[in-house]
């Protein structure tokens, strides 16, 4: 597909100024295919401009005269993709995140599998692809890495028609990290009338460098979970395709450690030892499944037998914060924008202006 027959595009990249974004640019400029009209790097991390390090734009190359950045203050990714994508105005938005690296051929099979999605289209995912280590097993957190090989409408690479950003007012930035705001979007995009289809380009994700306590870290994450149930249901991990997660385990494993606790504290020492062994058979059941799959170090097996005994209680405890502090959320105003039901042939499409 020439130039001139595909649909204008636009990219947006948020980005806290991680290293990673040199390699997510060059791969963007180097892919072969038509080129997006304009590159929209917003730049998330907090402060005053004359203290941050410039952004490498140089890294497009012939990109960079379609490329600018802008400001997003620190709000997280959901705010500044909504920062970048509501400045744009072509008639599709590829997000993508700043820790990829697009294929070789990217930009054209993204050319055509935008030209052939019918009008009612909201968004095609690109296939993510995490390189895990040869000669080893992977640890915890690669694992962890490589669930984004089967998620659902991942924002690392997806194009939205901008239509439907607009019909649903764009992420919803009560999500502070890079967690179920996407699943979110998905799921309002889709409630909206809009059909969301999986493509066939390749974007590589690899796994960024983390210490071994970040699993504890993303626990936090739970409370962006108490934000779904409350905006889509108890259920809507079915719908968006996530895996459920073990909170019901948690729970029962943290509740057994409170149990027992109390119950050594009171006196009763016998109904406190039985809570006692259930809490470390919950805790090492978790603890077998980490290690099992991993490298089984000295290092990775020490690592999972510390993280599975706090994570549990993490894990409750971020859960309820959530609840509690989106008790009263409700879901963002869709505006009255519907999607097309008729399929537009590309060409007279291109003739007579953008898709919508």
């Given at each position: 597909m020439s130039t001139a027959e595909s649909l204008p595009y636009a990219v947006v990249v948020p980005t806290i100024g991680r290293p990673c974004l040199v390699d997510c640019l060059r791969a963007l400029a180097a892919a072969a295919g038509p080129p997006p009209v304009e590159v929209v790097v917003v730049d998330d991390r907090p402060g005053a401009r004359h203290t941050r390090a410039p952004?490498?734009?140089e890294e497009l190359?012939?990109?960079r005269g379609r490329a600018r950045t802008l400001r997003s203050g620190g709000r997280g990714p959901a705010a500044a993709r909504n920062a970048g994508w509501r400045t744009v105005g072509a008639p599709w938005v590829v997000f993508l995140d700043d820790d990829v690296r697009v294929g070789a051929a990217?930009?054209?099979?993204?050319?055509?599998?935008?030209?052939?999605?019918?009008?009612?289209?909201g968004g095609v995912q690109g296939i993510i692809e995490v390189p895990l280590p040869e000669g080893r097993r992977p640890t915890d957190w690669e694992r962890n890495t490589a669930g984004l090989a089967g998620a659902r409408w991942a924002t690392a690479d997806m194009a939205y028609r901008l239509a439907a950003l607009t019909a649903v007012g764009g992420f919803d930035e009560r999500f502070p990290r890079a967690f179920r705001e996407d699943a979110d979007l998905a799921l309002r995009v889709m409630a909206a009338g809009w059909r969301l289809e999986p493509g066939a380009r390749t974007t590589r994700h690899p796994v960024r460098p983390a210490d071994r306590w970040v699993s504890l870290?993303?626990?936090?994450?739970?409370?962006?979970?108490?934000?779904?149930?409350?905006?889509?249901?108890?259920?809507?991990?079915?719908?968006?395709?996530?895996?459920?997660?073990?909170?019901?385990?948690?729970?029962a494993v943290t509740a057994a450690g409170v149990a027992a606790a109390?119950?050594?504290?009171?006196g009763?020492?016998?109904?406190?030892?039985?809570a006692a062994a259930g809490w470390a058979l919950g805790t090492a059941e978790f603890a077998r499944s980490r290690i099992a799959p991993g490298p089984r170090t000295a290092r990775e097996v020490a690592t999972m037998l510390a993280t599975s005994a706090a994570i549990p209680p993490l894990a409750v405890y971020h859960r309820l914060r959530g609840t509690w502090r989106h008790r009263a959320a409700r879901p963002l105003r869709e505006t009255s924008v519907p999607p097309p039901v008729v399929e537009v042939p590309v060409r007279s499409a291109l003739r007579e202006g953008p898709v919508p």
């Open positions: 952004l490498p734009l190359g012939a990109l990217w930009r054209a099979e993204l050319a055509c599998e935008l030209a052939r999605a019918a009008a009612d289209v870290r993303t626990q936090a994450g739970n409370a962006d979970d108490a934000l779904m149930v409350r905006l889509h249901g108890a259920g809507w991990w079915r719908r968006a395709g996530a895996p459920r997660g073990r909170l019901r385990g948690h729970a109390a119950l050594a504290l009171s009763r020492r016998s109904a406190g030892a039985a």
